[in-house]
Nanobody, 124 residues
């Protein structure tokens, strides 16, 4: 059974850093997938933050996080991470990872498996 479990969220001051992880079971990252990080803040729609293709490591980022966030895959551990630096007041949200077919980028409805989310809070 496919399962994604996020971890690493928490409270950080503006300008601080967090590293989110998503551990997958029932899904083998050595196969062809898109893996995405999405976030949803209260009262807002869920948005794509970063996504990566398992086959070639091609990554995409939403403009608001470019240069601050980095998505990466460890295929040996079936783990995808999101390194978040210089966190800003607009970054707090519940962050979700998701897995779907290769090439779907930020098309949320095409993602097959979702984690339960991890809360990121930015506050001084």
């Amino acid at each position: 059974q496919e399962q994604l479990v996020e971890s690493g969220g928490g409270l950080v001051q503006p300008g601080g850093s967090l590293r989110l992880s998503c551990a997958a079971s029932g899904v083998d990252f050595r196969e062809a997938y898109s893996i995405g990080w999405f976030r949803q803040a209260p009262g807002k729609e869920r948005e794509g933050v970063a996504c990566i293709t398992t086959t070639d490591g091609f990554a995409l980022y939403v403009d608001s996080v470019k240069g601050r966030f980095t998505i990466s895959i460890d295929k040996t551990k079936n783990l995808v991470s999101l390194e978040m630096n210089n966190l800003k007041p607009e970054d707090p949200a519940v962050y979700f990872c998701a897995v779907g077919d290769e090439g779907i980028r930020f098309n949320q409805i095409l993602y097959d498996y979702w984690g339960q989310g991890t809360q990121v809070t930015v506050s001084s």
